[in-house]
């Protein structure tokens, strides 16, 4: 009789010191079998992290590092939830791993991230097309695939099995075309959304939209906010609010789903 195939886990080691763990994914297994693989506690409270940081002011990027210092990562560690975002060295992701980083937090955070695009540390072949793994992050998922936005139903859907039925919230900062894949991915599984107006591109077309409908407005835009605002699954935060207004507005949320 044939053993069924277990993935192997591979330690990474980042020039920084920390490590991390990282499980490639065939086709065959499913999200619920790699977090079993990779031995993540279940039924957590999750924030999942969508959406990039470009054609963002120098002013803007100190503002957004603020909020992910004071206001994600201190929520994180404090209410003990699971993080994830897409895994590498760039934009939102890196600050999330830096926040992380910078207020000493040990909460799981995790990468999804195409294989095609992800260059593992000690990785000497140079290829334009691939990017580093963020070294504040505790595990990694490799997807199939070698284009943007084939993780992105494996993000969602490995955040809402981890979650189970606790609560879960998904936040889009900036973005593009893959930040609205990520999006509609995320508020099919039922999960609320909140977008960051004042952070750029996708998220203040959204944000403009939901306030206005200009006649200009992105179909793939105006179906989402008609289909999800209604019931209160898309929420506009704008990133000017002052951070503890912002964190106490994210605290309520989790703190009345978890009661």
Known sequence: MLRPFVPKISDVHFHNGNSAQVLSLSNHTTSLEALGYMGLPMAQPTLVIIGGASLMSHESMERLQTVFDQVFAPLAQSLGLTV???????????????????IGGNFPLIGVVPKGKARLPGDRHHDDSRHDLEPHH????????????????????????????????????????????????????????IVLSGSGRLADS??????????????????????????GKLEIIDLSLPVEQMRDRLQQYFSSTLA
């Open 206 to 231: 959204i944000a403009a939209a939901t306030a206005a409908l200009p006649p200009e407005t992105d179909p793939a835009i105006l179906e989402l906010i008609q289909h999800y605002q209604p019931d």
């Open 138 to 193: 505790t595990n990694f998922f490799l997807i199939p695939g070698d284009d943007w936005g084939s993780e992105s139903p494996w993000l969602a859907e490995l955040a809402s099995e981890i979650s189970a039925d606790r609560p879960a919230l998904t936040i889009l900062v900036n973005g593009g075309q893959i930040a609205l894949i990520d999006l509609k991915e995320n508020l099919a599984t039922g999960r609320p959304a």
């Open 84 to 102: 994830l975002d897409g895994g590498t060295d760039t934009g939102v992701i890196r600050m999330m791993g830096q926040a992380r980083h910078t």
